[in-house]
Every structure is written in C-alpha cells, then in structure tokens.
C-alpha cells in the first residue's frame, strides 16, 4: 500500500506570498521564520531568568581576590596588568631560558640543513673538462655517448625519470627554506641577546650613526668602562 500511496501524484503545497494590498507591510513572515524568531526569543528570556536567579540568590559574604585583581571597562571584566609581579632576576632568568631554547633550534635546523646539503648531488652540474670526440657517423655517436655516460657514473639531469626530478626539485625547496629559517633563528637570537645584554647593569648609550665605523641597519650600543676591582 505505502508503494501505491507513493506512486500517486500529490500536489506540492506552497506557502502563500504577501497579498498585494498589504505589500507595505513587507515580506510575509513564513512558518520557518517564525521558529527562528521563537527559539532567539526563547533563548533571551532563558538567559535573563538565570541572571535574575543568580542576583536573587547571591552571598552578600562571598569574595573572590579577583574582585580586587580585575576592573570593568564598558561592562567587561579586565584582568589588571601582571608586568610587575616578577622581579628583574626572575624576568633575566626566564629570558634566558628563552634565549636557549631559541639556541636550541637554531643549532638542530643547522644540522638538519647541513645533513641534507651533503645528501643532494648537483645533477644538472656539468663537469669542467670537456673533451672533443669525433664519430663517423650516427651509430657511432651513440656508442661513444653511451660509452661516456657509464664510464663516468654520473647521469645528466635530463635522462633522469620524472620521479626523481621532482623528488630532487622537492629536496632543494627544502634547503631553501631551511636557510630561511635558519636566517629567522639567529635574527631572533640576535634580538634576545642584545635585550639581555641591555637589561643588565652598566652605565650604556646608543650610538648615532656619525659615530658607527661599519653603517648597520641594527641599533649599536656602547657601554662605559669600568674598572673592576
């Protein structure tokens, strides 16, 4: 029965469109409308009855240390700012601690870079000294190219499968960005050590560019002498 039921055309009923005397009034809400305009409704008065809940039952009593570590602005809580709550040693400390691990993966990228620089052979290299063969004629071109191709152990880069062209063309994007990141590294290093070195003690200056002997695009700091005992 329900195959007989199914194979009876039935007609595809249709909402209605806003009539055409109430067209000021806009599109005519839908029934999938009205459930979406229902549940955010719904949802509102929810939200608003837990709060008042909430403000109803609340202990007078209660404390919380973030009620004196914290401010509202606008209406949101903000946590009050932590930058002093460590003493320079401990800020030296951490920084350092950054500064090794930073040393850390500089020294690890380097040996990775190196270790693949020493596995990949310059196929598309030619060597240096040519010399000249003479053939008689087109066969004997070909044997004294294949002859010259297995003496010398090395293939040209372009008899090479295709295989191993992209896998060599794939190894040397990653040199390069190898020594991108290797280059990253010790910039950040750089960076770090130099914010170190000026945190600690000592009377410093930075120098004006009159005064640097070799030009650098990176600030230069000079310390004053001091006699130690």
């Not at 990228?109 to 053939?135: C, F, G, I």
């Amino acid at each position: 029965m329900s195959s007989l039921r199914n194979a009876v055309h039935r007609r595809a009923h249709k909402e209605r469109a806003q009539p055409k005397e109430r067209k000021r009034f806009g599109l005519l809400e839908k029934h999938k409308d009205y459930v979406v305009r229902a549940k955010a409704f719904h949802k509102k008065e929810e939200y608003l009855q837990k709060l008042k809940e909430k403000a109803a039952f609340k202990n007078p009593d209660e404390f919380y240390f973030k009620m004196i570590n914290s401010k509202t602005v606008d209406g949101v809580h903000r946590q009050t700012s932590e930058a002093n709550q460590y003493t320079q040693e401990e800020l030296m400390l951490m920084k350092s601690q950054d500064i090794g691990y930073i040393l850390q993966k500089l020294q690890s990228e380097k040996k990775k870079l190196e270790k693949l620089t020493a596995t990949l052979h310059s196929l598309d290299s030619q060597p240096s000294n040519r010399h000249v063969y003479y053939a008689e004629d087109r066969e004997d071109a070909k044997r004294i190219l294949s002859e010259r191709k297995s003496v010398g152990g090395m293939q040209a880069f372009e008899d090479l499968p295709d295989k191993i062209k992209r896998r060599t063309a794939s190894s040397y994007r990653e040199v390069e960005a190898r020594r991108s990141r290797v280059q990253q590294l010790e910039k950040v290093h750089n960076e770090m050590a130099l914010k170190q070195e000026l945190q600690k003690k000592g009377k410093k200056r930075k120098l004006r560019e009159d005064e640097i002997v070799c030009p650098t695009s990176r600030p230069v700091y000079k310390w004053r002498t001091e006699r130690k005992r």
